[in-house]
């Protein structure tokens, strides 16, 4: 597994392998993940998708991994 952590103050698009499988978990703030409303606290699980798009009305933290 490899861990990815980061704040973002703007809208961001994330390549993902289709073949691979993740999950993104918000630390901190409130965001868009593929056009899906999160708060702290909320995670998501990624398998066939080819990117991550996250859109931001504030800044937000992130961890997001990559469980192979």
């Known amino acids: 597994a490899r861990l990815l952590s980061g704040m973002f103050t703007k809208d961001h698009v994330h ?4 073949s691979r499988r993740y999950y993104l978990y918000v630390v901190l703030g409130s965001l868009w993940v593929n056009n899906i409303s999160a708060t702290e606290g909320d995670g998501f699980a990624f398998t066939g998708e080819h990117q991550i798009d996250i859109k931001l009305p504030q800044t937000a933290e ?3 991994l990559d469980l192979r």
């Open 62 to 64: 992130v961890i997001l």
């Open 15 to 18: 390549a993902i392998d289709v």
